[in-house]
């Protein structure tokens, strides 16, 4: 894909007020170069703001919506960024996220031989685990602790309840619309999210407060994590 027409570029007015505090928090937590996957990209917008503004940094985007990848790809050639990958269709719930260096494998299980090949320094998702399943994000924290090298990062962005709590009115409001559309979706308890990292040795940071009563969560996998 490399057709940059604007009827492709999808438009997230979210996307675009949020975009500057999520950079600033990625700025301070992602390394100056390295390989950084991107989890449900959506529009592309997040992608090419963050890529362009962290050039040393090898961005892959990913979206299971063939729709948000056409707009991610128009994104990416409209703004004209190489250190951005064509977006994957990628599936947290599947053990093979198609990130491996491919020209490494030849015949050999990708899997069983993961940690011999290059793991991902980072991996960014934005505002998925409220609009998912609760699987999705065990199977997100579960994929990202077997794909990252020790010591990457797992960075989340999004509302989260703290102490069984919403944290405003608002975000309150949000979650029972979120339940109307689907009742496996809903904000998340922060405790059970940083719990579950703990649990595949991914260690969460202090939380970030971010602007509309959102949060920034960054998890860094131990080495004991190594084989999870």
């Not at 991107?38 to 890529?51: L, P």
């Not at 065990?138 to 990062?153: D, I, K, M, N, Y």
């Not at 407060?209 to 996998?221: D, E, G, T």
Request: charged share 20%.
């Amino acid at each position: 894909m490399t057709d940059s027409h604007p009827a492709l570029r999808q438009h997230s007015p979210s996307a675009e007020r949020n975009r500057e505090p999520i950079l600033a928090v990625l700025r301070k937590v992602l390394p100056a170069t390295g390989r950084v996957l991107e989890i449900a990209s959506g529009t592309g917008q997040h992608a090419v703001c963050f890529a362009g503004a962290l050039p040393g940094l090898d961005w892959q985007p990913s979206d299971l919506d063939a729709d948000a990848r056409a707009s991610i790809a128009a994104w990416v050639a409209h703004a004209g960024l190489a250190n951005v990958r064509a977006p994957l269709a990628l599936d947290v719930h599947q053990p093979d996220w198609g990130v491996y260096a491919h020209d490494k494998l030849d015949k050999l299980d990708k899997l069983d031989k993961l940690d011999k090949l290059d793991k991902l320094d980072a991996v960014v998702c934005i505002n998925m685990i409220h609009i998912s399943p609760w699987s999705a994000t065990q199977a997100l924290f579960t994929g990202a602790s077997r794909h990252l090298a020790v010591g990457g990062v797992l960075c989340l962005y999004g509302p989260y309840k703290r102490g069984g709590a919403q944290t405003s009115p608002s975000n309150d409001a949000f979650d029972q619309q979120l339940h109307s559309r689907d009742p496996a979706w809903g904000v998340r308890d922060m405790e059970a999210v940083v719990a579950l990292g703990a649990s595949v040795g991914l260690v969460c940071d202090e939380p970030i407060a971010m602007p509309a009563n959102n949060f920034s969560l960054v998890f860094r996998k131990r080495l004991d994590a190594a084989r999870v």
